[in-house]
Each structure stands twice: as structure tokens, then as C-alpha cells.
């Protein structure tokens, strides 16, 4: 074989592997080379759908995107240490106060993307002459679980469970509080709904269950579970520095009641959280090219 036909066949292979290097590295022809982001997040409905947002997003962009669920204080921990990139659903001045309390020296807080949130203890409005978290001492026989007057709350390591066992206290509540999970709880809302039965849960705004159910909070005279919240996203230190553009489409992130509503709902109606993503972003593409342009 002559030396120039060895040259064109080299030339040939060269040119193959530096396609298939470029066609396996990219994501259906996005960039690549952007690097991975890390996001922990809980088993709430509403960090779900901000988190798995956010990932389809930034795929969409080029970045690979790594979910990890875990409870509220470990994933403080792990954005505050550097092992993790960002927190997409942080509650503040009052919700999450001790977590930020705790880390803001090692975390970096940037813009809200919802404000005016709630949260109390709530029960079905066909429940008229329930009104204040004092009134519940009135109806204990109403509430009984296990034989017990009890409120169905959520992860024992959330914010609103400990706000939630204060309320018991400073009201003098004869009430036990039962540990469980968003799922959990919402499954003993659903139950006695159905069945027009007494049950009062640990719930907040945003959520899917008030477009699906016709519930009232139960007025804080004391207001122990604070004013309203905005929501932030919180991000490891030098985070910014890494990654300008993300932290410049996040701070354009803005949702209302209506947008949130439908993206939380859409998650609930569908098994797959990545196709319920995909879903809501196709129907609100001028929204998401709002945040990212």
C-alpha cells in the first residue's frame, strides 16, 4: 500500500472517531462538555416538580442533571458541605429558618421564584363549625385515630411538624401528632373525604390538593405558623462562579398560583415525574423561554 493511501485511510478513521466522540458525548445533539449539577431534594410534591423541572431544563441545555432524594436536613448538609449543587425549594423567612440559620454562612441564597406561600392545619370546609386551631379541642371525639384525637402530619423532620407540636403546646390540644409522609397523609385526607369524615392534616400552599379538595386552614390566633413565605433556591458556594448562566435563567425563574398549580397537578396525574416535566414545559414553552433567554 503506498504511503499516500495509508495517509487517506488514517485521515478517514480520524475523522470517524472524532464523530462518534462528539455524537456519544452530546444529548441528541445538545452541547456538551457543561458538566454535571446535583440537586437533593424531599419527598414533597412541590420540591419534586421544582426539582425535576429544573433537570429537564438544564438537559435541555446541555448539562447533565443528577436527582437525589433525600430528607430536609441531609440535603441542607450536602449543599452547605459542596457535595451537592442546589436546593430549588427553600421557604423563607420562617419555614426553614433554622436549616438557612445554620448554613448561611457555607450557601449562597438568590431570588425567590414564588411568593406568598401558606401553611397551618387544615380540614375539609364541609367541617363548618371547626374554624381555629382552638376550636379543635370542641370536636376531640370527631378527630379520634387509634382511639386518640390526633392530627395526620407529614415527615417527622420537617419544619411544619415542629411548628405543628408548638401549636399543640401554646393551644393546650389534647391532640397526638401522627408522623408519617406527604403521601401518607394526603391518602387519610383522600379516605375521609370520600366518606365526609373528620380528619385535620399539616398542609401548604403551594399545592394540588386545594384544586382537587374544598379545604380551609384553621385560623393561628397566635399566628405560631408565621406570615407567608417566599420561596428560594439556594446554591453551594462558588456555585455561581461555576455556572453564571444557570444562576442568570434561575434568577428570571417566576411562577404564580395558576403555573405552579398545573405543574404540581400534572406530577400528581402522572406516574412518570420526567414525563410530566416534559408535558407541562411543551404547553408553557414561551414561560421556560422567558427564564432562560
Do not use: C
Not at 423541572?53 to 438544564?58: Q, S
Not at 438557612?100 to 397551618?120: C, I, P, Q
Not at 415542629?162 to 408522623?179: F, N, P, V
Amino acid at each position: 500500500m503506498s504511503r499516500g493511501k495509508q495517509v487517506a485511510i488514517f485521515a478517514v478513521i480520524a475523522a470517524l472517531l472524532v464523530g462518534g466522540i462528539y455524537l456519544w458525548s452530546g444529548k441528541e445533539g445538545q452541547e456538551s462538555g457543561k458538566g454535571t449539577i446535583k440537586i437533593p431534594h424531599n419527598n414533597y410534591v412541590d420540591n419534586i416538580a421544582s426539582s425535576y423541572l429544573w433537570k429537564h431544563i438544564l438537559e435541555e441545555k446541555g448539562y447533565q442533571v443528577e436527582l437525589t432524594q433525600t430528607e430536609k436536613a441531609p440535603a441542607w448538609a450536602s449543599v452547605a458541605s459542596g457535595d451537592m449543587d442546589m436546593l430549588v425549594d427553600v421557604w423563607l423567612p420562617h419555614t426553614d429558618k433554622p436549616y438557612y440559620n445554620k448554613y448561611k454562612d457555607r450557601v449562597e441564597r438568590h431570588e425567590s421564584w414564588y411568593k406568598g406561600t401558606e401553611l397551618g392545619l387544615v380540614v375539609p370546609k364541609y367541617m363548618k363549625d371547626v374554624e381555629t386551631i382552638a376550636d379543635l379541642n370542641q370536636y376531640q371525639d370527631e378527630f379520634k385515630r387509634g382511639g386518640k384525637p390526633s392530627i395526620v402530619g407529614i415527615d417527622p423532620g420537617a419544619s411544619q411538624m415542629k411548628l405543628t407540636e408548638s401549636a399543640i403546646k401554646s393551644y393546650g390540644l389534647d391532640y397526638k401528632l401522627i408522623e408519617s409522609s406527604e403521601p401518607a397523609m394526603l391518602t387519610e385526607l383522600d379516605n375521609a373525604y370520600k366518606k365526609k369524615e373528620a380528619v385535620v392534616v399539616t398542609l401548604w400552599n403551594p399545592h394540588w390538593a386545594f384544586n382537587k379538595y374544598d379545604l380551609k386552614y384553621l385560623k393561628d390566633t397566635k399566628k405560631l405558623f408565621g406570615d407567608p413565605d417566599s420561596i428560594y433556591y439556594v446554591t453551594r458556594k462558588g456555585f455561581e462562579k461555576d455556572h453564571p448562566e444557570v444562576v442568570k435563567w434561575m434568577n428570571n425563574w417566576h411562577m404564580d398560583d395558576e403555573a405552579v398549580g398545573s405543574l404540581m397537578k400534572k406530577m400528581e396525574d402522572t406516574d412518570n415525574p420526567e414525563k410530566a416535566v416534559k408535558d407541562w414545559v411543551d404547553n408553557h414553552r414561551e414561560l421556560v423561554e422567558e427564564w432562560t433567554k
